[in-house]
């Protein structure tokens, strides 16, 4: 036995010397790391464990004790998934983080990677400067989630605040008839413009609008304000150099052209026809005409962009923190006094409640395009929610680019092309969204039958309470409307980048009532409202098993703090497995509204009730009809009383209700 002991405690030994060589080794620090990822998963395991118990003793409802609870083991997991990341922030960062009720909720409640959260927060924080940073904190966040749910890289390197540049003019124009080289075709044609002119009739006094310059320091130089045209004011004729849609234009044109181009050694031939595109044209164009416009129209932008006379490309987008700067730039512009009024300044508050924010934080146009149009706001008060109506031809992208097309400092698909080339409801949208965006107002563009529209968050100083109102509806009111934005309580961001056409932001589009309710949720009271997010995330987190009776009684509690969070209905209808507590939810549902009577902004009636009525109809249709008759005559009668408009539901229960 003896012998044993000592054989055991030799073996014992000598395997204790193996380890202590293995962590002094070359492979202790990874030996090392993978042990502290270990304790920290162990760490979010036991967090888990006490939050289901705390769960359990708090009777399945959401209480102060829940929220501590759900932070606790959150806060676990996120640091879980730092140690997977190898990455660590200071502590400091973390505790502020936990400091602000409202930016702990949106960091472990409206993400399942915390982590992720965190790290585009503190990204923000370098950027921004720790004072900027704490006093925009929501718009940050609303940054942070977006950046983190589109899946993008966070930098939490150390470094100097950022100083935001807006980049100049990219063209460089190349002088096509340069000394000492052979020219190409893209300069005689070039050339053919230059030397060739036009007359046309303009407006007496007309300056045209100026080309945008900056300051040594990056800032636009104001412009002077345009006059508007008077009733009957005089025109005169000027003459100019020719631009490649005068040729496009004229038959006569086209000719002097190919005789030009002929005579420098290019059997180079446009055919275009006379006016069947020009600058007015609203007609779509067909068949062989089509072709040989799009190929004239593809030689000319070619050589325009050859010889650094329009963008080959469009500008970068700006990162999540250049995005956050120049919103803050502008928003603490200072107008003189009577001009702020005037221009109604600041129009949205970005201290805004971050859930309404992320619409405004999605939106990547590149800078100089929004510089373009803030000056223009900024110094003339100009701010365009639409554009010229053009028709049919707007359906035929190479055909409306070819009626306007000049020398031009932006290229296709941004705002300021729009607004020069005009075209239909899609262009609309996305004129007023964009527009908006850049005066900090969140907006985007929203889809109708048949028919594209927008939407825009708005706020009222009088009241301190916020709406989503949308726009330019043609084909139904916002039971038909589905906002191009994210959804700020999504799993993933995913755009949709279309080749030919304008960007459309996001897919998986929710519907108005959706994003509407985000602002009913913020004026009815904000604290419940992230409350009701985090009992969702703990709803999130239970065995299939519990969700439908002990997670629906969880979701209910949630519901009654804040009857306006969506997350929670449709959790709660879809957990639901019979009609009866289809009928108590509808019923907390309506008990969670009328608490909130008389509130700004606030509405007890309308889309969200009818949408969440005829959800729970959809719902019973598809439950196991009930086996006694006291149960199927109680729901019959409910399904009456409310006026269910499913003829199928409503007769299956009349013929259960007969057969019992």
């Known amino acids: 036995m003896k012998r044993i002991v000592v054989l055991a405690l030799v073996f014992n030994a000598a395997l204790l010397g193996v380890l202590v060589q293995l962590l002094a080794g070359p492979g202790a620090p990874r030996m090392r790391a993978h042990a502290a990822e ?20 708090e009777g399945f409802e959401f209480t102060p004790a829940l929220r501590r609870a759900f932070l606790a083991y959150a806060r676990q997991q996120a640091f879980a998934g730092l140690k997977m990341k190898g990455k660590t922030l200071p502590k400091s960062f973390l505790a502020w983080v936990d400091s602000d009720p409202e930016i702990a909720a949106g960091v472990y409640a409206a993400h399942d990677k915390p982590e992720d959260v965190l790290l585009w927060l503190y990204s923000l924080r370098l950027d921004l400067g720790k004072k900027r940073f704490e006093k925009y904190r929501q718009l940050a ?5 977006v950046s983190a749910k589109e899946g993008m890289e966070s930098d939490i ?18 002088d096509t008839k340069e000394q000492g080289r052979t020219l190409d075709m893209n300069d005689h044609i070039i050339n053919f413009l230059n030397e060739n002119t036009i007359e046309e009739e303009v407006l007496v006094d007309s300056k045209g609008v100026p080309e945008l310059r900056y300051d040594k320091k990056g800032i636009a130089i104001p412009s002077p304000e345009k006059k508007k045209r008077k009733k009957g004011q005089a025109t005169t004729k000027r003459t100019r150099t020719l631009y490649a849609a005068d040729v496009l234009a004229s038959k006569k044109l086209q000719a002097k052209f190919n005789s030009y181009m002929k005579s420098r050694g290019f059997d180079t031939r446009v055919d275009c026809g006379e006016r069947v595109v020009h600058w007015k044209s609203k007609d779509m164009v067909r068949g062989e005409q089509y072709k040989k416009v799009n190929e004239a129209y593809q030689l000319f932008r070619r050589a325009y962009e050859a010889k650094g006379l329009m963008p080959a490309r469009r500008d970068a987008f700006p990162t999540p923190a250049e995005r956050c700067a120049y919103l803050i730039r502008n928003h603490e512009y200072k107008f003189p006094p009577k001009l702020q009024a005037q221009r109604k300044w600041p129009r949205f508050p970005l201290t805004a409640p971050w859930p309404l924010l992320t619409m405004l934080a999605a939106d990547r146009q590149p800078l100089r395009e929004r510089e373009e149009r803030w000056v223009a706001f900024r110094d003339k008060g100009e701010f365009h929610q639409y554009g010229e109506y053009i028709g049919g031809i707007a359906q035929q992208q190479a055909m409306q680019s070819a009626r306007r097309l000049t020398p031009y400092p932006f290229t296709y698909a941004t705002i300021q092309i729009m607004l020069k080339d005009g075209g ?11 527009g908006h965006n850049t005066l900090g107002i969140p907006a985007c563009q929203a889809t109708q039958p048949g028919h ?13 309470t916020y709406r989503c109102q949308g726009g330019q509806y043609a084909t139904g009111g916002d039971e038909k409307t589905g906002p191009f934005t994210p959804w700020p309580f999504a ?3 995913r755009r949709i980048n279309r080749r030919n056409g304008y960007e459309i932001e996001f897919h998986n589009r929710k519907p108005m009532v959706y994003h509407q309710s985000l602002a009913w949720g913020v004026n ?3 604290g419940p409202y992230l409350d009701g997010i985090m ?13 439908q009776v002990q997670g629906v009684k969880l979701l209910k509690s949630g519901l009654a703090l804040n009857g306006y969070n969506v997350l929670l209905v449709d959790a709660a209808q879809d957990a639901a497995s019979t009609p009866q507590e289809q009928i108590l939810i509808w019923k907390t549902f309506l008990e969670a509204l009328k608490s909130s009577a008389g509130k700004p902004g606030c509405p007890n009636g309308g889309l969200y009730n009818t949408t969440v009525k005829n959800r729970m109809f959809d719902k019973i249709s598809r439950l196991p009809i009930p086996k006694d008759k006291k149960s199927v005559g109680s729901v019959l009668t409910f399904l009456e009383d409310e006026k269910c408009s499913n003829a199928k539901t409503l007769e299956a229960y009349r013929r259960a209700l007969k057969s019992l």
């Open 452 to 464: 594209c529209a927008m939407v825009a968050f708005r706020f009222d100083p009088k009241t301190g």
């Open 141 to 145: 966040l609303a940054a942070a989630l």
């Open 38 to 57: 270990n304790r920290a998963v162990s760490q979010a395991d036991l967090a888990k464990g006490e939050l289901l118990r705390v769960f359990a003793a």
């Open 157 to 174: 390197k150390p470094r100097k605040p950022l100083k935001l540049v807006i980049p100049g003019d990219p063209r460089k124009p190349v």
């Open 424 to 434: 239909v409801c899609g262009t609309m949208g996305s004129i007023s969204a964009r």
């Open 524 to 526: 009815c009271g904000l």
């Open 535 to 547: 009992a969702h995330a703990v709803f999130g987190l239970l065995p299939k098993n519990q969700r």
């Open 491 to 493: 799993s993933k961001f």
